[in-house]
């Protein structure tokens, strides 16, 4: 907890940063060392590209790029089932995540 509060003052105690490092350290196992905590970027755009980074690792470039594509594309945004929808009629975003799951009901 303190390593993350000295990261956020190091950043220039930007709101925007102590949200995406809480964010990060709630990931963290109970477990986890200082190393992880200090290796947290020093600012806002280096966080989220890190943040963006975890993501693609554990949900895969494909899903993670597509789903930031179609929130970007949406004027207003989009709900979960558009979402989900959208996703769905994607051949490369299925193949992408059906290659180690298969839904029980198809979809």
């Not at 950043?11 to 947290?40: E, Q």
């Not at 966080?47 to 790029?65: N, P």
């Not at 989009?78 to 995540?97: I, Q, R």
Request: proline letters at 6%.
């Amino acid at each position: 907890r303190a390593l993350v509060l000295a990261k956020f003052r190091e950043s220039g105690s930007l709101p925007l940063y102590l949200r995406v490092a809480v964010t990060f350290a709630r990931s963290w196992p109970s477990y986890a060392d200082d190393s992880a905590a200090s290796k947290l970027p020093p600012t806002v755009s280096g966080l989220i590209q890190a943040y963006f980074a975890a993501a693609e690792q554990k949900h895969g470039v494909v899903l993670v790029s597509r789903i930031l594509a179609l929130l970007s594309a949406g004027r207003f945004g989009l709900c979960l089932d558009e979402l989900f929808d959208l996703l769905n009629a994607d051949d490369e975003v299925k193949a992408a995540v059906f290659q180690y799951w298969t839904p029980p009901d198809g979809k």
